[in-house]
């Protein structure tokens, strides 16, 4: 089951999403830089920025095997969008969370995941800075506040 924002507070999170001008641009250097960065952290092979609109998520950048856009019911990082906290799972495939989700579908090797997310006004995510391997894996305190 995915997290649902109130509708009130998702059309202020999408008016803000729209107001960067970003869904569909081009790579941008200081996005792959960050992402380069986050490799450095998390050691996780697998990583990008990505925005979530009303119907996808889509990758601004990346590294490793990564889709490009999804459909927003196949990520996991909603929770972590909903909550504009960050997520970290050791194991998604021990996560009764995720036990039916379409991303587990996606990527059957799938294993650890942490979505860490962009925040816009102290409390809107628009997106999410994103790892994950396909061993599970972890992220330390200072791990965590890096990549924050």
């Known amino acids: ?3 649902v924002l109130s509708l009130e507070r998702e059309a202020d999170r999408l008016e803000a999403l729209r107001s960067c001008a970003i869904i569909d641009t081009q790579p941008e250097a200081d996005f792959d830089d960050l992402v380069a960065v ?3 952290i998390a050691d996780a092979p697998h990583r ?3 925005f979530l609109d009303e119907t996808r998520w889509w990758v601004k950048a990346w590294v490793g095997q990564v889709a490009r856009e999804l459909p927003r019911a196949a990520v996991l990082c909603a929770e972590s969008i ?6 970290v799972v050791d194991d998604v495939r021990a996560d009764p969370r995720f036990a039916l989700h379409p991303a587990l579908e996606a990527d059957p090797q799938l294993r650890f995941y942490a979505a860490l997310p962009l925040v816009l006004d102290g ?3 628009v997106g999410a800075l994103c790892v994950s391997d396909r061993k ?3 992220l330390g305190p200072g791990q965590l506040g890096a990549l924050a």
Request: aromatic share 4%.
């Open 1 to 3: 089951m995915t997290p």
């Open 38 to 40: 986050a490799w450095v």
């Open 48 to 50: 990008c920025i990505a």
């Open 82 to 87: 909903v909550s504009s906290e960050p997520m």
């Open 123 to 125: 409390c809107l995510a």
């Open 136 to 138: 599970p894996g972890s």
